[in-house]
Structures are given as C-alpha cells and as structure tokens.
Nanobody, 115 residues
Framework: QVHVVESGGGLVQPGGSLRLSCVASGFTFRNHFMAWYRQAPGKERELVAHISIGGSSTSYADSVQGRFTISRDNAKNTIFLQMNSLKFEDTAVYYC????????WGQGTQVTVSS
C-alpha cells in the first residue's frame, strides 16, 4: 500500500525559506518519478515540481521556477522541496505523490507565508 508522509511546513515571512520532506513507502521508490503538488485555499490542487527517477531531470511550474528546488534521496525513499524567496501566494498545503499515479493523497504539510 502506497503511503507518503510530508513534513517541514510552517509559518514564514515573505522572502524566507523552508525545506519540505516527503518519505514514501509501499512501492519501489527508485523506479518512479516523484512530484510535489500544492493546494491553496479556494483553489484546485496544482503540480509544483517533479523529478526523474535518478534526479537528473526536474521540472517546475512557472510560478516557482528559480525559487524552488526539488531533489531526492533514493536510499532514503525521500524527496525534498527547497523553497526560497517565499511569497504570500505560496501559502498552501503541500503534498507529494508519484507523478502520473492516482495514489491516495497524504495529509500534506501546511506552508503559510505571512508578515
């Protein structure tokens, strides 16, 4: 059974940084592209970033390009999202999931950007 646990969210001021983590289990992690998604209040969930199997290829939504960095550690079944220069509009619940799979969502981790 696929299971993910996201962590690392919190309250941060505009311009600040956070690093999110996601530990996955229930599948062969190193064989799958992984992704971060987010859902802001009143909005649909959106794809933020994804990373290839070995980590050499990444892709980002235009809204976070140049500010966020996705990475992975296949030995620890973990992906990360380094978020820098955070903006008010980055406030959302952040989730991880296998890319292109309809796995059950984890509980997510809340990121709030506020002064």
């Amino acid at each position: 059974q696929v299971h993910v646990v996201e962590s690392g969210g919190g309250l941060v001021q505009p311009g600040g940084s956070l690093r999110l983590s996601c530990v996955a289990s229930g599948f062969t992690f190193r064989n799958h592209f992984m992704a971060w998604y987010r859902q802001a209040p009143g909005k649909e969930r959106e794809l933020v970033a994804h990373i290839s199997i070995g980590g050499s290829s990444t892709s980002y939504a235009d809204s976070v390009q140049g500010r966020f960095t996705i990475s992975r550690d296949n030995a620890k079944n973990t992906i990360f999202l380094q978020m820098n220069s955070l903006k008010f509009e980055d406030t959302a619940v952040y989730y991880c999931r296998r890319l292109r799979f309809s796995d059950t969502w984890g509980q997510g981790t809340q990121v709030t950007v506020s002064s």
